[in-house]
């Protein structure tokens, strides 16, 4: 392809990729080096403030505790999901293809609206009108869900569970079929019992869709904040306000646009320093092979 | 043999009881949405009664979903003119263009998925008021339309990089240009991915939330925004609030029944290689 076709084709997504998706990006960096709050900008004025928004967000406890639960919720819904999905596309790998009713009640879940879908399911543990809170005292457990914080906290961990789940199953799923038969089949002949096809053979040959579906998933729960801003408000009190949540509240409630800024500025360093040594590990192998 | 029986009767359990964890939840919703407020939030739960569609008059007339609906439904045809159509001449070129720019527009797009929405949707919140942008649906189109452009930009390269080369080389020495290749050779061929694309930007747009709220008002606010306001207040309007989510999710239901071939198509895309 000439050139000057290929930057022809290409203008139209560099135009709105950078003027929508960068220069907000580089904007929102020099704001967060700066003192702007959006009440009383007339009055006070923009000024340079270097540093003084990331020491401030640095030292404030809510805003770890905001961390903090972030990385519970990531840390706990995707081995949950990741390992409840293999379990369930392991079963479902009898049935030749995932169809019709069945996959169309595996898909809603996840295509649903995220804040319909976190109020429907909020609603499953209210205190004296849900359904399963019903169903958890008839057997003894009384948990109130929405004031106490670790109850509220483990209430989006089952939430993204049964969201995302499907989502799981079907990407392992069609792994699973796309995997070749023979040294299965020759693992069998050999006399090598189902764990150990499953341990030894399936899941190092599903290795990178595991990969994909970790990260995929982590990136995405570590931007959790529909289900919040719906389901509790991030309370009680502070307890289950995640890190994008804690950035919404410092920019639109409390109209401190420095704060905000650096709170996003941090929150994408720290899912940098998450995401890099596990790709490092992941991906060393191939690094020292090439 | 009986093995053989009883993985079979034991696929079928799995499978019954994953699809009513699945929808549980939804039918529940349903159900709440039918019910007078006393039947559907009493405990031990009613499962017999006479069905009331009071509430959906509710929702639609008296709270007027019909203007959020207009609103989200404006949204999306937006998002989905904008960002498919340049999505499309971005994969194209990218897929057919050999050169290190395209893996570092590639590697920078995709590094951008990452990215939490608040960072770019609070500048554009301020472009939004500067420029008298906010509470319209066009500012809201062009945040979400930036949003999807690097992901559907990596499908749709998937999809052209299938198509095989050949017939556009034939095209290309016969005298064609490349945006007569483009139009009449590799759109045509790349439907089912322009299908995918435009239905999984729907979906998105239809859910988009994040963005919807900080850009608009209460003139444009889209469906996912006005239900949110709901679902805050106390039990009273629980009931209305269901019947909102209930309509809310039935054109996501039959765009699952519908064209589940190409939603699935579109999420494993990315995951599995044939």
């Known amino acids: ?43 006070s004025g923009i000024g340079f403030a270097g540093f003084a928004n990331y020491l401030a967000v640095l030292a404030s406890p809510r805003f770890w505790r905001a961390m903090s639960f972030t990385l519970f919720y990531v840390c706990t819904t995707v081995p949950l999901e990741l390992c409840l999905g293999f379990a369930v596309a392991l079963l479902l790998n009898a049935r030749i293809k995932l169809r019709g009713v069945f996959s169309g009640a595996l898909l809603l879940p996840y295509v649903l609206t995220p804040v319909v879908a976190a109020m429907a399911f909020s609603w499953l543990f209210r205190d004296q009108w849900g359904y399963v809170s019903y169903l958890l005292g008839q057997i003894g457990i009384h948990l109130d869900w929405f004031n106490n914080p670790w109850p509220a906290r483990f209430l989006f961990v089952i939430f993204a569970v049964w969201k995302f789940t499907p989502f799981v199953i079907l990407i392992l799923f069609a792994g699973l079929k796309s995997l070749p038969r023979e040294p299965l089949e020759a693992a069998s002949i050999d006399g090598a019992s189902w764990s150990q096809r499953v341990f030894f053979i399936i899941i190092p040959l599903l290795r990178h869709l595991f990969i994909f579906v970790i990260l995929t998933r982590m990136i995405d729960a570590f931007k959790l904040f529909d289900e919040v801003f719906v389901m509790t408000g991030g309370g009680p009190g502070s307890a289950t306000q995640t890190i994008v949540y804690y950035d919404y509240v410092q920019t639109f409630r409390y109209m401190d646009l420095g704060r905000g800024t650096a709170v996003g500025v941090l929150s994408v360093l720290a899912l940098m320093i998450i995401g890099t040594p596990l790709l490092y590990y992941v991906y060393r192998g191939q690094l020292r092979r090439n | 043999m009986k093995m053989r029986r009883l993985q ?63 609103n989200t439904a404006v949204i999306c045809a937006g998002t989905v003119l904008l960002a498919v159509p340049i999505a499309g001449l971005a994969a194209y070129a990218l897929s057919r263009y050999r050169s290190m720019n395209t893996y570092v527009i590639l590697v920078i797009a995709l590094g951008f998925t990452m990215l939490p929405e608040m960072l770019i949707g609070m500048p554009i ?145 990315g995951a599995v290689k044939e």
């Open chain 1, 1 to 43: 392809m000439r050139s000057r076709d290929f930057w022809a084709f290409m203008t139209p997504f560099l135009f709105l990729f950078l003027v929508f998706g960068i220069g907000p990006l580089v904007v929102c960096i020099i704001i967060s080096f700066t003192h702007f709050s959006l009440s009383d900008y007339a009055t």
């Open chain 2, 8 to 70: 079979v009767v034991a696929v079928y359990l799995a499978t019954a009881v994953v699809a009513l964890v699945a929808l549980f939840p939804l039918i529940w919703l349903l159900l709440t949405s039918l019910k007078e407020t006393r039947e559907a939030f009493s405990m031990p739960p009613h499962f017999l009664f006479t069905p009331t569609m009071k509430w959906y008059s509710r929702v639609w007339i008296d709270e007027g979903f019909a203007r959020y609906f207009w």
């Open chain 2, 125 to 269: 919140y301020l472009f939004a008021r500067m420029t008298h942008l906010y509470n319209t649906p066009i500012v809201v189109i062009l945040a979400l339309a930036a949003q999807y452009l690097p992901l559907l930009v990596w499908l749709l390269r998937g999809f052209f990089l299938e198509i095989p080369i050949a017939v556009e080389e034939c095209a290309l020495v016969d005298g064609c240009n490349r945006w007569r290749v483009f139009w009449s050779i590799a759109l045509p061929m790349a439907k089912p991915g322009l299908i995918t694309a435009c239905l999984l930007t729907l979906i998105f747009s239809y859910n988009a939330f994040l963005f919807p709220l900080i850009l608009t008002g209460p003139g444009a606010q889209p469906l996912s925004v006005a239900i949110a306001q709901y679902g805050a207040q106390d039990i009273r309007y629980w009931s209305v609030s269901a019947a909102g989510a209930v309509s809310i999710a039935i054109p996501l239901l039959i765009a699952v029944v519908v064209a589940q071939r190409y939603l699935i198509g579109g999420i494993t895309f």
